[in-house]
């Protein structure tokens, strides 16, 4: 089904942005306009609400578009175009907005709703971290940033007489024969070593002006900016390192018996890094589809199989070609899910190559982008503009949610429960990751004056503290040292990250309580993520049936039983 976006009431409906003039007389408006009712400022913060819609839309189509072709200089300079010349003048009147907002005596009349609360909660965060000075810093950041896509996806190698990408090199890795393992994982490491010093430098430049954004801004450093900037109003720092703790506790011994385990079957007493991928049978990788229309055909019927709701969503993303999922050349690395705010219906950009993680990455995107449609008609665009740990919630959850339907990809009941182990494997797997980046990233901005070997040295006593120790790196200490670089969120979003493990726990609970009464979790699930951010963080957890908690405690109750599941996969 074609959807279309709501009618535009302030912005012509033929409203096209070419340039900062183009947009400069409706700021003006919302800013010059005179309240007088209650009535008058439901009007303005519609207006607003509706002109906020159609930039960040329009924002996302540039980044979309130069994601999927990195060699495009077009696309390339449009999305430039935004940070540099667009972006600059937007932010002194949202500034001015948020103060008109802030100040207006009819505030009262609608404070009282908790959505409303919330989002006011986050425009005195706004207003309370602008500063003038700032802006050319932001602006520089969102431009080299976008550098790492540049980099990462220009890297490919040939192997077998074809030039592939990195995505697809990766797949050789899972090849039982050890002798295609070691020479492909050693072209991987030759084409990724020609980068390592300009990512890292690209880091340093990174961490040099995110620093000099949080003192302007009356911060001692950026991680202390940036908790405050991400909202996290609903837990602390010291709950982070708790985390890591509790993590580093219960989940690294439980990882460091899955690799015993394959060890054993390898007959091998530690992994070199081109064995941590291989199956220890001697299996082929999964191949749950052959290319991407059997991919979405898939997705589709194992989640019209769920509610046929959620099948509705990625169809109508299909037909309206909000999707391209295939792997190629010149294209940015990983996945995502962007909502666009003015149509509702988001884009899922990744880079499938036929692995089972694709099948993941297929259901975790599909997660993002229904959480999107369930929140299409709330009133405000600041309403559907939820936390990550709210966002990641849908997603990890969703992966889960969809075990019972696999059998659509893994009609044979050996590799479906291959399968659903090495998933759940890999959530384990996943935990001291997602503590270990978090980790890294508070030393980091703590540290802002910290070298490029400082960096490394600290990055690997993080790789001990949350490593099994269980793989040997002779010969390629400086593979592990830069290892790092892979992970997107240092370059693009800091302190995006733990949410992952947040929000893994949150999923994990869904999933326990679906084992139960499956109708009332799915039920559960949809009814927390229709909430957009009208509620808090905990409350939308409540209402999904769960807890927002991530103490010893309840990550070892957690831990265990995902443990006892995996048992009854052997």
Known sequence: MILKRNERHFLPENFDLNNWDDLKPFYQDLDQRIIKSS???????????????????????????MTIDTSNQKYLDSYQYFVTKIQPEIMPFDNLLNIKLSNSPYIAD???????????????????????????????????????????????????????????????????????????????????????????????????????LALNAGFENFRDYKFKSMGRFDYSMQDCFDFHDSVEKNIVPLVKKIQLEKLNKLDKTKFKPWDTSVDPEGRQALKPFKDVKELLKGTILMLDNI?????????????????????????????????????????????????????????????????????????????????????ELASMSMELLTIKNWDVFYSNKNDLSRAIKEHLEDILKVLPWIAQIDAFQHWIYENPNHTSDDRSQYWVQLCNRFGTGLTDWDGYEDVLSNSWQGQLHLFEVPFYYIEYGIAQLGAIGIWKNSKLHYDKAINDYKSALSLGYTKTIPEIYKMGGVRFDFSNQYIKELSDFVWNEIQKLK
């Open 110 to 212: 609608l404070g009282l709703s908790k959505e409303y609360e919330i989002y006011f909660r986050s425009i005195q965060t706004q207003l309370q971290l602008y500063k003038e000075e700032n802006i050319p810093i932001q602006t520089e950041l969102s431009e080299m940033s976008q550098k790492y896509g540049a980099i990462s996806g220009a890297q490919s190698i040939e192997y077998d007489g074809n030039e592939i990408t990195i995505q697809k090199a990766n797949l050789y890795l899972k090849e039982p024969d050890e002798s295609i393992r070691i020479d492909v994982y050693n072209k991987i490491v030759y084409r990724k070593k020609q980068d390592f010093k300009k990512l890292d430098d690209l880091f340093s430049d990174l961490i040099k002006k995110r620093h000099q």
């Open 39 to 65: 009535n008058d400022f439901s009007k303005w913060l519609q207006d607003k609400s509706e002109l906020d819609a159609y930039i960040s839309e329009n924002l996302a189509w540039r980044y979309i578009k």
């Open 307 to 391: 509610d046929p709701y959620f099948a509705d969503c990625i169809a109508s993303m299909d037909e309206m070609g909000h999707l391209d999922l295939d792997s190629k050349k010149g294209k940015s690395p990983g996945g995502y899910n962007y909502p666009l705010y003015e149509i509702g219906v988001p884009f899922i950009f990744m880079n499938a190559v036929g692995s089972h993680r694709d099948l993941i990455t297929m259901i975790h995107e599909g997660g993002h982008a229904i959480h999107s449609f369930l929140t299409r008609d709330l009133n405000l665009t600041s309403f559907k503009d939820v936390p990550s740990e709210v966002a």
